[in-house]
């Protein structure tokens, strides 16, 4: 399966951006899916992720409240709401998937098998 990650951009603090991250070569309906972000000179962190079924969400701290994970599976399709963005919010922002992801490792990089390339999300003060 390939990801594509899109919607990054520019924004001012305070604003909005929806990333999408398109799948294609099969059905990702049955992984999970998370987001990841990579920060210049930091290493890469969870940002959200959503279970198979769209049932359970996993968020970051200090995410929760401000990003919202949602898939949509006719359309092959999970996406990132991001609200009242931030300056630390600025990174490249990666999609990723993963057959065997469980509740217990939702949040580690490594359970997920599948990443597409990054979109940069850059936040103005």
């Known amino acids: 399966v390939q990801l594509q990650a899109s919607g990054g951009g520019f924004v001012q603090a305070g604003g909005y951006l929806r990333l999408s991250c398109v799948a294609s070569g099969r059905t990702i309906n049955r992984d999970a899916v998370a987001w990841f972000r990579q920060a210049p000179g930091m290493e890469r962190s969870f940002v959200a992720g959503i279970n198979r079924s769209g049932s359970r969400i996993y968020a970051a701290d200090s995410m929760k409240g401000r990003f919202t994970i949602s898939r949509d599976s006719a359309r092959n399709t999970v996406y990132l709401e991001m609200n009242s963005l931030r300056p630390d919010d600025t990174a490249v922002y990666y999609c990723?998937?993963?057959?065997?992801?469980?509740?217990?490792?939702?949040?580690?990089?490594?359970?997920?098998?599948?990443w597409g390339l990054g979109t940069l999300v850059t936040v103005s003060s």
């Open positions: 990723a998937a993963g057959p065997s992801v469980i509740s217990s490792n939702a949040r580690n990089w490594d359970a997920y098998y599948y």
